[in-house]
């Protein structure tokens, strides 16, 4: 059984900056693409970035060049940096887990809120 919790969001202004983590607890975490999705009000929850094992990673369009997804597999731990933040970036943000032998988003945290004032 995998768990997951979120930290770091908060409320923010326009071209702030946020650091969310994500700690993973359960066996064998090199198995696991981690991804963070975002769910703003009225709209589908969407894939924010996800990254391998390995380190491969990919960034939504909405967010290249903004944030910064990273692991670190000794510590069972995801980080996304998120800079220059903008009002539409307001949302819940999940963590999530892909066990690669399935290649299905089975685990989900509880979601923290990242709130980004005009």
């Known amino acids: 059984q995998v768990e997951l919790a979120e930290s770091g969001g908060g409320l923010v202004q326009a071209g702030a900056s946020l650091r969310l983590s994500c700690s993973f607890l359960g066996p064998t975490f090199s198995w696991y693409v981690m991804g963070w999705f975002r769910q703003a009000p009225g709209k589908e929850r969407e894939l924010v970035a996800q990254?391998?094992?390995?380190?491969?990673?990919y960034d939504a369009d909405s967010v290249k060049g903004r944030f910064t997804l990273s692991r670190d597999n000794a510590k069972n731990m995801v980080y996304l940096q998120m800079n220059s933040l903008k009002p539409e970036d307001t949302g819940i943000y999940y963590c999530?887990?892909?066990?690669?032998?399935?290649?299905?988003?089975?685990?989900w945290g509880q979601g923290t809120q990242v709130t980004v004032s005009s």
């Open positions: 999530a887990a892909q066990d690669m032998r399935t290649s299905i988003y089975d685990y």
């Open positions: 990254i391998t094992p390995g380190g491969s990673i």
